[in-house]
């Protein structure tokens, strides 16, 4: 099935730093979402945005909805140790319309 | 408070035995889907259902079974024909009316030995 591009795949990064990742599709959506998962859990939605050039924050989470509607990016500042993870963006075309993921970014935050 | 939940969190089961992971949820969500995650990877789709007594196979169906009898309930069968069960399963549900996403119950991790 369609993956969407996430990157990077893995950051190691230390507790303070500001991090970065993005995903990018080759089709269209009008929603993208973010979500987090924490070792062992489901994922748990962090972020969701529904319109192009949308700019979001939840905490020290910043999201945004590429103009084009084929790419969303997230920002995390000043990381902490309980950032660690697994982020996964996806994709949605319309209401009730199939989920499409990409494949994720390991976040490893060191003390 | 309303959620989905998966039972039990850990599995382990002998090989060539079915097994049957339960998910259950109270959103009143009209569609429920069945994932597979590898250690470092992504989330790969099994099977989904948008409606009761219809599902439809994922990318990686072939060794697993489902059924949709009640809308609240979508149960996971591991067979024997599939050649590498031991994995981490999630389940998700969504509703059909918006674009909020899927919420994610806390997964089940299965282990053949």
């Known amino acids: 099935g369609q993956q969407l591009n996430q990157s990077p795949q893995s950051m190691f990064i230390q507790e303070g730093e500001d991090v970065s990742m993005n995903c990018t599709s080759s089709s269209i959506f009008n929603t993208w979402l973010w979500y987090k998962q924490d070792p062992g859990e489901g994922p748990v939605l962090l972020i969701a945005?529904?319109?192009?050039?949308e700019l979001t924050s939840n905490g020290r989470l910043t999201a945004q909805f590429g103009i084009t509607r084929k790419d969303s990016f997230l920002n995390i500042s000043a990381s902490i140790p309980s950032d660690v993870g697994i982020y996964f963006c996806?994709?949605?075309?319309?209401?009730?319309?199939?989920?499409?993921f990409g494949e994720g970014t390991q976040l490893t935050v060191n003390p | 408070d309303g959620g989905i939940t998966q039972s039990p969190k850990y599995l382990f089961r002998k090989e060539g035995q079915n097994v049957t992971l339960s998910c259950e949820q109270n959103?009143?969500?009209?569609?429920m889907y069945w994932y597979r995650q590898d250690p470092g990877q992504g989330l790969r789709l099994i099977y989904y259902s948008q409606i009761v007594n219809d599902f439809q196979k994922g990318d990686i169906a072939e060794g697993y079974s489902v059924s949709r009898e009640k809308k609240e309930s979508f149960p996971l069968t591991v067979t024997s024909a599939q050649k590498n069960p031991t994995a981490f399963y999630l389940c998700?549900?969504?509703?059909?009316?918006?674009?909020?996403?899927?919420?994610f119950g806390s997964g089940t991790r299965l282990t053949v030995v």
């Open positions: 996806a994709g949605q075309l319309t209401s009730g319309s199939r989920l499409t």
């Open positions: 998700a549900s969504s509703t059909n009316r918006a674009n909020y996403g899927y919420t």
């Open positions: 945005l529904y319109k192009a050039g």
């Open positions: 959103l009143n969500h009209d569609a």
